[in-house]
């Protein structure tokens, strides 16, 4: 019984995760501290249950500093082609660097076109 509610709870966890970032998503553009703040009560969220954060969210958060990034405005991303293709995502506000390749969709594009 308490395995259940446990998962009940992760489940219940990783829901209010994924609207809370949603939300910070819509929100930052016109209100900055308030997108930063669900981004920051998601992540805590996360901590307080042990739910993972979706794979397609984990990349808004800096590994430095751990503040939640906003493509153009607290973040940069750059592609390169050179050696592994790869995206470039810098924090603005402490400078941390992260690669993220893209091979594998640059392969399913190519054999697409094929």
Known sequence: MRRKAKEREKDLAKQRITRLL?????????EPELGLRYGE???RLAL???ARIPEQW?????RRCGSFLYPGISA??????????H??????????MRRIPYLREKRAK???SR
């Open 48 to 50: 307080r249950t042990k």
């Open 22 to 30: 949603r939300l910070a998503d819509e929100v930052y553009p016109s």
């Open 87 to 96: 995206l470039v995502i810098r924090c603005q506000l402490c400078g941390e």
């Open 110 to 112: 190519r054999a697409a």
């Open 58 to 62: 984990k990349w808004r958060y800096c």
């Open 76 to 85: 940069d991303i750059r592609t390169r082609d050179r050696r592994l293709p």
């Open 41 to 43: 009560l998601a992540r």
